[in-house]
């Protein structure tokens, strides 16, 4: 079994940067699709960005892209979510996830349901 610890988060002003981490209890080798979602008060959960570990493309949500950036330290078994120029309608609770080994479908970014694995969560706040 997959657990997945997240780290980061915060408060910041718009415009500021959090990094947000994912960190694997073991190897991620064999999991082909990993996200990260977000849930804001009142919201429904929305896909923000997802990573294909096999080929390495990514997916962004429209509301996210060019200012979110995904990535995966294989070594080190841990995802990134860099993300920059934040704003207000940022703020939510984000979540990472895995897919199973055996998954060998799409990586798509508003996709949650393809996800076994899921991290604890943490909160993201951007004032204006």
């Known amino acids: 079994q997959v657990h997945l610890a997240q780290s980061g988060g915060g408060s910041v002003q718009a415009g500021g940067s959090l990094r947000l981490s994912c960190v694997a209890s073991?190897?991620?080798?064999?999991?082909?699709?990993l996200g990260w979602f977000r849930q804001g008060a009142g919201k429904g959960r929305e896909g923000v960005a997802s990573?294909?570990?096999?080929?390495?493309?990514?997916d962004y949500a429209d509301s996210v892209k060019g200012r979110f950036t995904i990535s995966e330290d294989n070594a080190e078994n841990t995802l990134y979510l860099q993300m920059d120029d934040l704003k207000p309608e940022d703020t939510g609770m984000y979540y990472c996830a895995a897919t199973r080994s055996s998954y060998g479908g799409t990586c798509r970014a508003p996709v949650f349901y393809i996800y076994a694995f899921w991290g604890q969560g943490t909160q993201v706040t951007v004032s204006s």
């Open positions: 990573i294909n570990t096999r080929d390495g493309s990514t």
């Open positions: 073991q190897s991620t080798y064999r999991t082909k699709c």
